[in-house]
């Protein structure tokens, strides 16, 4: 007999959409692209550029600035979980 899992498929956090003026940057303020979704355990970043891809494997971990407005909001330690395109989705560490 097999059990089925209602949960299998779902998000463990609702993700939410940002305006278009948030962005993310490195810690050498390289803009990465804009932050277009953001849940309580990571967010989805749309590239800047998409050969950016490369720095950006599974697992790397990386300090992400995120700016609005021109502002530094927070800073945050976050590991790449999915690079596919030009969409990078990360996991906050801290």
Known sequence: MSETNPDRGRRRFERFDTNENVRAVDESGVDIGRVEKVAAGGMQIR?????????????????IKVVESGHVQQVLNVEVRVCDGDLLGVQFLN
Do not use: K
């Open 47 to 63: 590239l800047a550029e998409t050969t950016l891809r490369a720095r950006f494997q599974p697992g790397t971990r990386i300090e």
